[in-house]
Every structure is written in structure tokens, then in C-alpha cells.
């Protein structure tokens, strides 16, 4: 009777060691590239619709626990924030991850921090959608009106996977 009492608390333990278990949040299920044009969304305590956004597509490019965002200029994808080789953290789950960084930088003798969080799910095997907040502090800066210090814009991006041209 005591061996079989000992052995039920060994799996007791050992099962519930095994539920207690942080996830692996690097799955491979966003691998790859993905493409969209974000849309804004208004709301309570977002900047108004004056305040600059990313209106061109973009690009999401993940590998496990890294993401790149880039945007398509004239006629190539150049990474956001130019040649700051800016890399996302993605912590990723089944079918939901999510993906951040914060940056800084100079504009014009003006120093500002930029933090930027997307919200990313899966509907189909070629089909992301995504919800991103994005928030600019010109901490630095002389402006007239606070909402050029500090802004937020959010909005919703549907992305679909990308597969480059092959090079010729």
C-alpha cells in the first residue's frame, strides 16, 4: 500500500509539473512572410486622424521568436526605421501571438521613443489578422500642441502569406 501511494504521488507530481508548464512560445506557425495595408481605427484616447501613420503596405516577416516589419517603397521592402536593423520579439501560441519593440531615436536635434505592439492571429494557413497600437513620444521636442509630443494611432492589418519572386 505505501509503494502504491508513493508511486500516485510521483505521477500526481509529475502531472501536475506537466500543467503547470509555460508553453513554447516560439512556435513556427507565423513563420514566414506576410503582406497588408493596415487601416486605421479611431477611438477614445487615440490621436486624431492628423497624425502621421504608415499608409503604404506592409511586410511581416517571422522566424520564431524574431519578426522584421518593412514597407514597400517605390519599386523594394525597406525595413521600418530605415537602417536601425530593428528586430521584434514574437511570442507566439497555437493560433495567436504577439509581436513588440521599442526604438529611439533623433529627428531634427528632437529625441523620441516609439513603441509599437501588434496582436496577431490566424485564420487559415494564409490568412493573419492582426490589430497593432502604436505609440510616439517626442519626449524631447518644443511643439505648440501636446498631441504632437505624444501620439498613438491603432488599427487592423489583414495579412496574407507572401512568397518572394525567385531571382532571375
Not at 487615440?46 to 516577416?61: A, C, Q, Y
Not at 523594394?76 to 495567436?96: D, K
Request: aromatic share 12%.
Amino acid at each position: 500500500m505505501k509503494i502504491t501511494t508513493y508511486l500516485l504521488t510521483i505521477l500526481f507530481t509529475l502531472f501536475h509539473a506537466a500543467a503547470q508548464a509555460t508553453p513554447d512560445l516560439s512556435s513556427p506557425e507565423f513563420d514566414g512572410a506576410w503582406v497588408g495595408e493596415p487601416e486605421r481605427i479611431s477611438g477614445a484616447n487615440l490621436s486624431p486622424s492628423t497624425t502621421p501613420m504608415v499608409k503604404k503596405k506592409l511586410r511581416i516577416d517571422i522566424n520564431g521568436a524574431k519578426g522584421i516589419i518593412s514597407e514597400w517603397k517605390t519599386d523594394h521592402w525597406q525595413r521600418f526605421w530605415g537602417i536601425r536593423n530593428v528586430t521584434f520579439t514574437v511570442a507566439s501560441y497555437e493560433t495567436n501571438a504577439v509581436m513588440y519593440h521599442t526604438v529611439s531615436g533623433t529627428d531634427a536635434d528632437c529625441a523620441w521613443v516609439e513603441t509599437w505592439n501588434l496582436n496577431l492571429t490566424k485564420v487559415d494557413s494564409n490568412t493573419v489578422k492582426a490589430y497593432y497600437y502604436r505609440t510616439v513620444n517626442n519626449h524631447d521636442c518644443e511643439f505648440n500642441h501636446e498631441p504632437e509630443l505624444v501620439w498613438t494611432v491603432a488599427g487592423s492589418i489583414i495579412l496574407k502569406k507572401f512568397k518572394d519572386p525567385v531571382p532571375d
